[in-house]
Structure formats: structure tokens, C-alpha cells
């Protein structure tokens, strides 16, 4: 088999929602954006739905068409883009329910679809998405499910910007009788001035940063498919961006950017062989790496990239990215087996 093996612990989703949810006294609920954060929607809203969670979070309607596919009827499924033009119809026969962000969707939405639950979304200083406080007033929230906000740095806990986009959300939203929301993952870290009424962890059930507690979710094992000997001076792949400076072993391996392993990690990343790290050398093409395994008695049929020696944190800073991008790249040609 020359494609990778995208190995996903199920139980370790369960555990980590689990674990957030202790994080609090409100109800939390689990966003499944970006396909499952590259994991597959329908595979992590059945799991986290026998976790216990009944709220769910999507970026934009086609997702959550996916998503109630998967989890029938009863769970609430929530829309972070609000109600854009076009999409009456996905949100009217799958029981979506937008997050509206201003002024001209609520009129949308009321005109498309009266009597449908709607929830509004507040800008409360992320400058993104949202409400202005100056286009917000409290009875437009009388029928809301959800009055919800986002922390910008969130993941700094002692960053300025938590301290007031929360005064800034109290302000707008003091006195609603309507649930209210404010922490993702890094939120519900911050403690319970962050809580409200209900909390909506991502990127931590996945196992990743801020939630440095996480069990790690994924592995990636990737398949040799040849080695050679380089002498002093000959080079590897693109751009001959490796010279071996002493004999050296270079195995070739199946995977590279079209399979979310970004060019960025070029000559930084780090793969293993059981428990001996083994360099990247060179460039990451399209779908092949060269690593460096002269250091191994023998080279096993694969090296993995991910797993219980690099999170998809540590791969992440290896490439000067973030691990919410390592996860929602991995491609579509791995084999993906549930562990």
C-alpha cells in the first residue's frame, strides 16, 4: 500500500470533550467545523453525540447539511456564517440554525424563514464577524436561542484583549434572558467569568493546543517506498536543497503537500522510526519525501509523522504554523482506520 495511514481514536475525542466539559458547570457543546477539523463531520459528531454533547457548531450550512446527515434528527445544529443568501432552503430541511451577524441577515432570515430558530452572533472586539454593539439593541434578541461572541486571544491567557472583549459582551448582552456564549476551547480554559451559558470547545477535542491536557487523536504512519545510498556530495530532491555531507541513507516516502504536509516544513520536520528520530532532508514535494534514516540498523516499511513522539502541535511549529492547520490539511488519500 503507498499511501499513508491516517489512524483516529474515537475514544480519545469522547475522552477530551469529557474532559472540557468538567471544565465547567454549563452545558458544552462541540464544534465540527472544516470536516471534523479534517477528521470526518459525520465520524466526530457520532462520537462526541455519545459523548453527551448536543449542541453542535458549523462554519457555513453545507456542513451542517453533512452533519445532520449523520446525527438524525433532535441535536441542534449551529451555523457560524449566519443565514447568507441561498441558503433558506438547507436551513429550512435540515433544522440548521444560523448564527446571524448583522442587521441585513436578521431581516434575511425573518423574511426567509419566519419562525425559525435563529441565534446572533456579537462582535465584541475580534473585528470578524458579528453585530456591532452600535447595531445591536436587546429586543432583537427576544427570540434567540443564542447570543454567542468569540475571544480573539483566547489562547493567552493574560493577553488584554480577554479581559475586554468579556466587558464588552456583559455590556451588549447584560440583562438577556437568552443563553449566552463566549469561550471555545481557549475560553473555557480562562475559567467561568468566560462560561455563561454554555461553552464550545474545537480545536482542544481534537488534541490540540491551548488544551495541553488533550489525548492526542490522530497518528500518521507513512509508507516507504525506496531507499538509496547518497555519497558525499550528492544531493535530494527539488532544488538539490539537501547535500549529504558523509554517506548517507535516504528514504523515500509516500506522502507530501497535496497530503497536508505543507512545503513550509521542508528540512525542519522530524518523522521516527519506533522511537529514533529521523530528519526530513530536503524539500516536501507533492507527494514525496526524502528522510534521512542513517541512523537506523535497518528501515522499517514506514515512518510516522504523528503520533505519540510529535503532536500536531509540535509538527505544526516545525513548519512556523498551527496545529488547526496540520490537522484540517490532512488529505483525502490516506487510508484512515479508527483506532
Given at each position: 500500500?503507498?499511501?499513508?495511514?491516517?489512524?483516529?481514536?474515537?475514544?480519545?475525542i469522547?475522552?477530551?470533550?469529557?474532559?472540557?466539559d468538567?471544565?465547567?458547570?454549563v452545558?458544552?457543546?462541540?464544534?465540527?467545523?472544516?470536516d471534523?477539523?479534517?477528521?470526518?463531520?459525520?465520524?466526530?459528531?457520532e462520537?462526541?453525540?455519545?459523548?453527551?454533547?448536543?449542541?453542535?457548531?458549523v462554519?457555513?450550512?453545507?456542513e451542517?447539511?453533512?452533519v445532520r446527515?449523520a446525527?438524525g434528527?433532535?441535536?441542534?445544529?449551529n451555523v457560524?456564517?449566519?443565514?447568507m443568501?441561498?441558503?433558506?432552503?438547507a436551513?429550512?430541511?435540515?433544522?440548521?440554525?444560523?448564527?446571524?451577524?448583522?442587521p441585513?441577515?436578521?431581516?434575511?432570515h425573518?423574511?426567509?424563514l419566519?419562525?425559525?430558530?435563529?441565534?446572533?452572533?456579537?462582535?465584541?472586539?475580534?473585528?470578524?464577524?458579528?453585530f456591532e454593539?452600535?447595531?445591536?439593541?436587546?429586543?432583537?434578541?427576544?427570540?434567540a436561542?443564542?447570543?454567542?461572541?468569540?475571544?480573539?486571544?483566547?489562547?493567552?491567557?493574560?493577553?488584554?484583549a480577554?479581559?475586554?472583549?468579556?466587558?464588552?459582551?456583559r455590556?451588549?448582552t447584560?440583562g438577556?434572558?437568552?443563553?449566552?456564549?463566549?469561550?471555545?476551547?481557549?475560553?473555557t480554559?480562562?475559567?467561568k467569568?468566560?462560561?455563561?451559558?454554555?461553552?464550545?470547545p474545537?480545536?482542544?477535542?481534537?488534541?490540540?493546543?491551548?488544551?495541553?491536557?488533550?489525548?492526542?487523536v490522530v497518528?500518521?504512519?507513512l509508507?516507504?517506498?525506496?531507499?538509496r545510498?547518497?555519497?558525499?556530495?550528492?544531493?535530494?530532491?527539488?532544488a538539490?536543497?539537501?547535500?549529504?555531507?558523509?554517506?548517507?541513507?535516504?528514504?523515500?516516502?509516500?506522502?507530501?503537500?497535496?497530503?497536508?504536509l505543507?512545503r513550509a516544513?521542508?528540512?525542519?520536520?522530524?518523522?521516527?522510526?519506533?522511537?529514533?528520530a529521523?530528519p526530513?532532508?530536503?524539500r516536501?514535494?507533492?507527494?514525496?519525501?526524502?528522510?534521512?534514516?542513517?541512523?537506523?540498523?535497518?528501515?522499517?516499511?514506514?515512518?510516522?509523522?504523528?503520533?505519540p513522539?510529535?503532536?500536531?502541535?509540535?509538527?505544526?511549529?516545525?513548519?512556523?504554523?498551527?496545529?488547526?492547520?496540520?490537522?484540517?490539511?490532512?488529505g483525502?488519500?490516506?487510508?484512515?482506520?479508527?483506532?
Amino acid at each position: 500500500m503507498a499511501t499513508g495511514t491516517l489512524s483516529i481514536d474515537q475514544s480519545a475525542i469522547a475522552a477530551n470533550w469529557r474532559a472540557l466539559d468538567a471544565q465547567t458547570h454549563v452545558e458544552t457543546a462541540a464544534v465540527v467545523k472544516a470536516d471534523g477539523y479534517g477528521l470526518g463531520a459525520g465520524l466526530v459528531s457520532e462520537t462526541l453525540a455519545k459523548a453527551g454533547a448536543r449542541q453542535f457548531f458549523v462554519a457555513v450550512a453545507e456542513e451542517g447539511v453533512a452533519v445532520r446527515k449523520a446525527l438524525g434528527p433532535g441535536p441542534v445544529i449551529n451555523v457560524f456564517s449566519g443565514h447568507m443568501a441561498g441558503d433558506a432552503a438547507a436551513l429550512r430541511d435540515h433544522d440548521l440554525t444560523p448564527m446571524l451577524n448583522a442587521p441585513e441577515q436578521l431581516t434575511r432570515h425573518r423574511e426567509a424563514l419566519p419562525g425559525h430558530a435563529f441565534g446572533l452572533q456579537l462582535d465584541s472586539g475580534m473585528n470578524r464577524l458579528g453585530f456591532e454593539p452600535e447595531d445591536f439593541s436587546a429586543d432583537m434578541a427576544t427570540e434567540a436561542t443564542l447570543v454567542m461572541s468569540h475571544l480573539a486571544c483566547a489562547d493567552e491567557p493574560d493577553h488584554a484583549a480577554n479581559a475586554s472583549q468579556l466587558k464588552a459582551f456583559r455590556a451588549m448582552t447584560d440583562g438577556l434572558s437568552c443563553p449566552k456564549s463566549l469561550a471555545a476551547t481557549g475560553g473555557t480554559l480562562l475559567g467561568k467569568d468566560f462560561h455563561f451559558d454554555l461553552t464550545r470547545p474545537g480545536v482542544g477535542l481534537y488534541g490540540g493546543l491551548p488544551f495541553s491536557q488533550a489525548k492526542p487523536v490522530v497518528t500518521l504512519d507513512l509508507p516507504v517506498i525506496q531507499t538509496r545510498l547518497l555519497q558525499p556530495g550528492e544531493t535530494a530532491g527539488y532544488a538539490c536543497a539537501f547535500t549529504a555531507t558523509k554517506p548517507t541513507k535516504i528514504a523515500t516516502v509516500s506522502a507530501g503537500y497535496a497530503d497536508g504536509l505543507i512545503r513550509a516544513m521542508s528540512g525542519t520536520a522530524t518523522l521516527y522510526a519506533g522511537d529514533i528520530a529521523v530528519p526530513l532532508a530536503g524539500r516536501v514535494s507533492m507527494d514525496l519525501l526524502t528522510v534521512d534514516v542513517t541512523a537506523l540498523d535497518h528501515v522499517p516499511e514506514t515512518l510516522q509523522i504523528l503520533g505519540p513522539h510529535q503532536t500536531v502541535d509540535q509538527l505544526a511549529e516545525a513548519a512556523g504554523t498551527i496545529g488547526y492547520e496540520i490537522l484540517t490539511s490532512l488529505g483525502g488519500r490516506y487510508t484512515r482506520v479508527l483506532a
